[in-house]
Every structure is written in C-alpha cells, then in structure tokens.
C-alpha cells in the first residue's frame, strides 16, 4: 500500500504557509510541538541547489531510526551534508545524550511505551521498532528493526534481537505505527509477533508486549489477549 504523504515534507520552507515552517512553529508553540522530521531540518538550516531541507532531512531521519549511534562519517554520506553540517548534527545529538537519563524510564503499562514511541507515528511509512528493556523493566534502548509494511519474511528475528542480545536485554515490547491511522491487528501482524514471540523465547528474551499505534492512541495485543 502507498500512504500519502506528509505535506511538510512535500513541500519547500517557502511553499509552507507561515505558521507551519519549522522555525516559526518553534517559536510560538516550542521545541516539543515539532515532529522528529521539523527538528532536523531546523538543525540542517538549509538545503543545497540539488536538494530540499527536507529532503536531505527525511534521509538522515531514516538514517537515526534504524542507527542511533550514527557516526560522523556516516552522516556525511547523505547527499546534501556535508563535513561541517554533519559535525554539528553530531555535537546536537551527543548533547542530547549526555543530558538524557541515563538509567532509562521504567515500563509499567503500555501506555508508558506509547508515551515513550508515539514521535514515530508522524512517519510517511510503518517502522518497526523494538524497546529493549532489562530485568527491572528500564528501558536500555529503542530502535527501529525494519521499515516498510510489517511482514514476518521481511522481519527476521535477527534484525530484531541482535542489539537486546548485545545488551544482555532479559526482555523486548515491539511496536509499529500504522500510518492509515487503523490500529486493528492484520493476520500477518499476528503471524510477526508469534513468530518474534517464539523466537524471543529461544534466546530468553521475553516479548511482553506488541503495541500498533497512531500518534493520538494505540492497540496492546497483551491487552487484549493475543500475547
């Protein structure tokens, strides 16, 4: 299926109405009414005369979502950032981290992992992300495993318990966005987590949770009794 996309992303700063461009919209409503992809492309400041902002910053949004750590160097290769953007990209995120808790928020409810996931909902395709958690429930990392429609012969187990087996994790939430906004389970989204389930046991890494969601609400199968 093709989602529509989001109009900021279709269109150029100038093309924006006023109230809608990044920089203005961080002045009267504040940092935290802007989307990942608006964060970015006030940090990017600017695009090239090949590339939009938001073109350039749609392509480093998916580059952090499935590598958090991304380097400097690996920043750089995207078309339109160069050396000099990409270190300051980099100093933002780093300060970003030092000032981020660092023992993790702790999981209690699936309200508490949509709390900490639902930024992802403003994304044009479905991320399939993976909260890692350890024994206390704290949350040791999130990243997404995949984009793209959720299929189990897409989503291989690997992709998704490699870094929580790296962690030492003891267990993992999954989740994925659902960009029509319809929350209702697919039979493949049930296929995915028995698989993921099954395979999670194997390794004694618990899936304790798969949450589909929008960006106003979500749906928990432990809720309703499908994990």
Same mark, same amino acid.
């Given at each position: ?9 279709? &269109? +150029? ?18 940092? +935290?009414? &802007? ?9 990017? +400041? ?6 939009? @902002?938001?073109?350039?910053?749609? =392509?480093?949004?998916?580059? &952090? =979502? ?21 270190? @300051? ?22 309200? =508490? ?19 890692? &958690? ?37 267990? @993992? ?15 493949? =989204? ?23 969601? +929008? ?13």
């Amino acid at each position: 299926m093709k989602y529509e996309k989001n109009y900021i992303s279709q &269109l +150029s700063i100038r093309e924006l109405p006023p109230q809608d461009r990044p920089r203005e919209k961080l002045e009267t409503k504040g940092a +935290s009414a &802007l989307s990942d992809l608006e964060l970015l492309m006030i940090l990017l +400041s600017s695009g090239n005369a090949k590339r939009r @902002v938001n073109d350039i910053a749609l =392509d480093l949004l998916t580059l &952090l =979502d499935t590598n958090v750590d991304a380097s400097t160097d690996e920043i750089a290769t995207i078309n339109g950032i160069g050396t000099a953007k990409a270190s @300051v990209i980099s100093a933002a995120l780093e300060i970003g981290r030092r000032r981020a808790v660092r023992n993790g928020n702790t999981i209690t409810t699936p309200n =508490d992992i949509f709390m900490e996931i639902k930024h992802f909902a403003s994304r044009e395709q479905e991320q399939f992300i993976v909260i890692v &958690l350890n024994g206390a429930h704290e949350i040791l990392n999130i990243f997404t495993a995949t984009i793209g429609l959720v299929n189990r012969s897409l989503i291989h187990p690997r992709e998704v318990f490699s870094d929580p087996i790296s962690r030492r994790a003891t267990a @993992v939430v999954l989740a994925h966005n659902h960009p029509s906004g319809i929350l209702s389970p697919s039979k493949e =989204d049930i296929a995915t987590t028995t698989r993921l389930a099954e395979s999670g046991e194997l390794l004694g890494i618990r899936v304790i949770d798969h949450l589909i969601f +929008s960006n106003k609400s979500y749906f928990s199968f432990k809720e309703h009794g499908l994990l």
